[in-house]
């Protein structure tokens, strides 16, 4: 993902501006900023409420009713652990721990040095190779303790 | 000669290394001068052998799996371009005992073609359907519908005829065709799968439905944790637009549909239809009371179709065979077929489209194999988070909207999920609870905090804390939101924890004999003591 970690309110408008033709086009533009930006800035909402229309408290109750939105940036890696039933029939729960422990995080923490953040998620469609975690974009099935530490050993090595 | 290498780029083959396969295969045939064709395909659903990797030969496609990049060097060797012997081939892919035993209809092209060509999709039998349609009225197409008895498969079994025929009836200057594709139920993938193996399938179910009813415009609302699911309707969208399948002229019929896909946001509850029209209209996604249902006024308050993603895949092959033909498969008043998706803890789990009727046991032992880890089995759950725990002893029941209602549970979109003896039912309670309370959309207070208090009485319970009087408050929360709450979530939350109760009374630190006595009380003192 190539977030820009700065927030601008001219992008942010830009967008907003792009994609306000569409019928129920807030959703469409939170997408985009996120995309953007990793998180939705606080002082981007007046903006998106402006450009649609809308008050401040509607696009805020928005923002917060959908679990995707993030209101401050992410780590730079979101890991994501499903709880849903198939993988904890298949052991995700003991994956869970383990993968709390060896991050030393507990969902919905970021580390401190921002590299990875850890959530969990309920269901990722991947039930029938559970259990089943993604590390950014890329999903992966039937996933061990020994497996996800040599997936981790890849994006560890790019810590300084 | 070029050979055709046939590799799954389905997200469940790639979260098991099928990129890895496919550039390996690449990389050894470009060494050896070979240079296969390599065409991506969806998965054939046989996720155990996945990632599978198949060849052409004279006497039909060729199978080996599960095949990782260091196999491939010896494939090759093997001469696997030829069907040759070696230690991952299958044989024929058609002859495999899970695929052959099966009747896919909806899923016919699923893992066989290149998702993305919309020359496969006409040379495997595609647009039949709509070629017929357009020569049809709207009136016709919902008789057609109606007589296949095909119900919707996201979870409520309602008849699509009927819906079609309010939409077609109920005259507006804009109508809407929705697909939902939001597929939320943990234990279900249908929706990924045809999106990411035949999207053709569902944009031309969508657009059969736009022409019955006069609908210009569609939307598929695509939750966002499928990346790759989208990236292959795009791309089949842009595929049907370029050739003239969506537009403002659909095959020269001067009928005009377009149709664009928008991203949910991680709420389950947007799955539920107006909760997802909401979101569409880009608000937060609070169910709507009804009447009217969004057949008289849904998406901006107009007439709007909305079915499950496999309801409008199926759609295609009614029109094209008959309502009749469809109609002659399933048992009961479940007609046709049902994508079964079977996960959890089981040796051979996939996808099974079969007929209506077929058993949990079936399913489970002839097909999955029983547990993979070699327990025994102790429960299944059956129709996504909302569904009920059945025991071992229940196996028997048909897979038939009637029969598991009549067990107290639910068929939903058709998902089993299997749990070897190590599960803590009342866990698995518990979890159904926090999940209830983590999705809520907030509109009923028994669903926003019954299902908070639920996980907390559940808690003092496996704690051992007053026992018997938590038991009672929980049969009473669970009560309490059955018939307290709008939709389905705060609903049907109490079937998983009930059942698994009623069931695995033990793993609640309670005799079947405690269990009766505490349902006893609550039943005399018709409130619980407070816990
Ligand atoms: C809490 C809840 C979640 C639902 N989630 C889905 C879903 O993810 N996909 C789906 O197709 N239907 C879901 N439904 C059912 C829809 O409300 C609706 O019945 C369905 O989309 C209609 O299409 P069908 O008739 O083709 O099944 C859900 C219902 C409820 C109450
Ligand atoms: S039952 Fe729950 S999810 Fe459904 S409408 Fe009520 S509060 Fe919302």
Redesign the pocket.
């Known amino acids: 993902m190539a977030i820009e970690p700065e927030w601008d309110k001219e992008a942010v408008r830009s967008i907003a501006f792009s994609l306000k033709h569409k019928p129920g086009a807030l959703l469409p533009i939170l997408h985009e900023v996120q995309g953007r930006f990793g998180y939705i800035p606080a002082e981007g909402i007046p903006v998106i409420a402006a450009v649609l229309n809308l008050s401040r408290a509607e696009v805020h109750g928005v923002v917060s009713f959908y679990h995707d939105f993030r209101s401050e940036p992410p780590g730079k890696h979101v890991i994501r652990v499903c709880r849903a039933e198939s993988c904890q029939a298949m052991g995700a729960v003991a994956l869970a721990s383990h993968i709390k422990r060896r991050l030393q995080l507990d969902f919905g923490q970021t580390s401190d040095d921002r590299l990875f953040a850890l959530e969990a998620v309920y269901c990722l469609g991947n039930c029938a190779c559970s259990p089943a975690i993604t590390i950014d974009e890329e999903l992966y099935g039937r996933v061990t303790a020994q497996r996800f530490d040599r997936l981790l050993a890849r994006f560890e090595g790019r810590r300084s | 000669m070029s050979e055709t290498i046939y590799v799954p780029q389905d997200s469940g083959a790639l979260s098991l290394g099928a990129g890895e396969v496919a550039r390996a295969l690449q990389a050894h045939g470009a060494r050896r001068g070979e240079m296969p064709h390599i065409i991506r395909t969806g998965s054939r659903g046989l996720y155990w052998l996945e990632p599978m990797v198949e060849v052409d030969t004279a006497q039909g496609r060729v199978a080996y799996g599960p095949v990782t990049g260091a196999d491939v060097e010896s494939l090759f060797e093997a001469g696997f371009l030829d069907g040759k012997d070696h230690r991952l081939r299958l044989g024929l892919t058609e002859a495999i005992a899970y695929l052959k035993k099966q009747e896919r209809l909806t899923f016919a092209r699923v893992g066989i073609t290149d998702p993305g060509s919309l020359d496969a999709y006409l040379a495997h039998g595609g647009y039949r359907g709509l070629k017929r349609a357009l020569e049809m009225t709207g009136a016709q197409i919902v008789d057609e519908i109606s007589l296949s008895e095909l ?8 008849p ?1 005829g009927i ?1 079609w025929k309010t939409a077609l009836e109920t005259s507006a200057d804009r109508k809407y065709v929705v697909c ?6 943990s234990g279900t993938f249908a ?1 990924r799968m045809l999106m990411e193996g035949d999207p053709l399938v569902l944009i031309e179910g969508m657009t059969i439905a736009a022409v019955c009813i006069g609908a210009a415009q569609g939307y598929v609302y695509l ?1 966002s944790e499928y990346p790759h699911s989208y990236r292959a309707l795009v791309r089949a969208i842009d595929a049907a637009y370029e050739r003239g399948y969506l537009g403002e002229d659909v095959l020269g019929s001067a009928k005009r549909f377009d149709l664009e896909v928008r991203v949910g946001a991680g709420s ?2 947007c ?4 909760a ?1 029209l909401e979101s569409l209209e880009g608000k937060r996604g609070m169910v709507r009371y009804r009447p009217p249902v969004p057949a008289v006024e849904g998406l901006f308050g107009k007439p709007t179709i ?7 895949a199926t759609v295609p092959i009614v029109l094209e065979k008959g309502g009749r033909f469809y109609k002659d498969y399933g048992m009961g008043r479940s007609r046709g077929t049902l994508p079964i998706q079977l996960a959890g803890n089981v040796k051979r789990p996939g996808l099974i489209e079969k007929g209506f009727g077929v058993t949990l046991r079936e399913i489970i032992y002839d097909y999955g194999g029983g547990t993979a880890s070699g327990r025994p089995l102790r429960a299944v759950q059956v129709g996504g988070p ?1 569904g009920a725990y059945l025991p071992e002893n229940e196996l028997d029941t048909p897979l038939d909207y009637e029969a598991l209602a009549a067990r107290g549970g639910l068929l939903g ?1 058709g998902g089993i999920v299997v749990f070897d003896d190590t599960v803590d039912m009342a866990e698995m309670a518990r979890y159904a609870m926090e999940f209830c309370a983590l ?1 809520s959309c907030g509109k009923c207070t028994p669903c926003r905090i019954g299902s908070v208090r639920g996980v907390e009485v559940i808690g003092r319970i496996l704690k051992n804390v007053e026992r018997e009087a938590n038991i009672a408050l929980l049969e009473e929360l669970c009560e309490t939101m059955k018939f307290g709450s709008l ?3 705060g609903g ?1 939350t109490p079937l998983p924890v009930m059942s698994a109760l009623r069931h695995f009374p033990g793993d609640f630190g309670l005799s079947p004999s405690d269990l009766e006595a505490a349902q006893e009380q609550q039943a005399l003192t018709g409130r619980a003591p407070q816990g």
């Open positions: 119900r919707g498969r996201g979870g409520a079994a309602f699509a819906k939902n594709a939001d597929e939320g139920d929706d939750r389950y509850i799955g539920e239809e107006t997802m909305v079915n499950n993603l496999v309801t409008f909302l979109h999705e939709c389905a979530l049907l």
